[in-house]
């Protein structure tokens, strides 16, 4: 529901405004879920969800990304945008952007934009949920069908110096040590607090230059509750609009940007779909509109 409610909010019709050519590639088809929501069994023997569902969506989120990907042998014409569904789905995008860097001798940063640090395991999950596990699976730690989704697959996908976490306010206590264990860049809402929006995108964006493939992890769960209830893992504290819209020029004014997910959009828990609206205005942003006058 996620993707048709960003196209009802009309995100082709305002990228197409801002000069963007798009191509709307439609829906991936994949295998459904095996029990409804309100069906879910306990964990038993398994210590994971879903797991060759979410194998199954991945490896055709790799294949979609790696094609558009491939069209771009040096440059940035073609960025690929997955539309979420929830961020377990960036162990497919991010993975193919990955291998894409590798073979075309690009610097990768990527910053993940999410309320959730999703950098639990198997063994530390209290859920047993895939989605918060999508960071610890691109940096090798989780189940194999994951962390080697093509048979050529290198692991770990990411390298940690690669990685830049901002908006984080809710690690899970085995989590957020394997987090400093693995010596990830985590920019959380207490360092936006005391240093600002702008010093805090400034730092995660140093070194990006001409050289680097940009991939934006945006989770719409990263912005504020009070201007996003469409997501079903809400946490107060988040950035306002006004920080959203600047961390989005930010990233819009180095010019890296090439490739994006947005995930986690459930309209379900939305108000007459004004997350969708909101969503696609920060998504303009992040394509060059301003509020700013600008020489």
Sequence with gaps: MGPEALRVAGIVEALVARGHPVVDRGNLAGPGLPFAAFDEPPLQAAPHRHLPEVRAWNRLVYQAF???LAMNPRG???LPMLLGGDH????GSIGAVADHCRRAGRELRVLWLDAHADFNTPQLSPSGNLHGMPLACLRGLGPRALTHLQADSVAPALDA????MVGIRSVDPGERRLVHDQGLRVFDMRHIDEAGMRATIA???DGVDSRTHLHVSLDVDFLDPQIAPGVATTVPGGPTYREAQLCME???DTGALASLDVVELNPA???RNRTALLVVDL???LFGKSTLLKN
Aim: hydrophobic letters at 50%; proline letters at 0%.
């Design 283 to 285: 998504i303009e942003s």
């Design 66 to 68: 790696a094609e558009v």
């Design 76 to 78: 940035r014409t073609h």
């Design 88 to 91: 377990s789905l960036a162990i």
């Design 161 to 164: 110096a690669s990685v830049r």
């Design 269 to 271: 828990c939305d108000e």
């Design 250 to 252: 930010m990233i819009a």
């Design 203 to 205: 730092e995660a964006l």
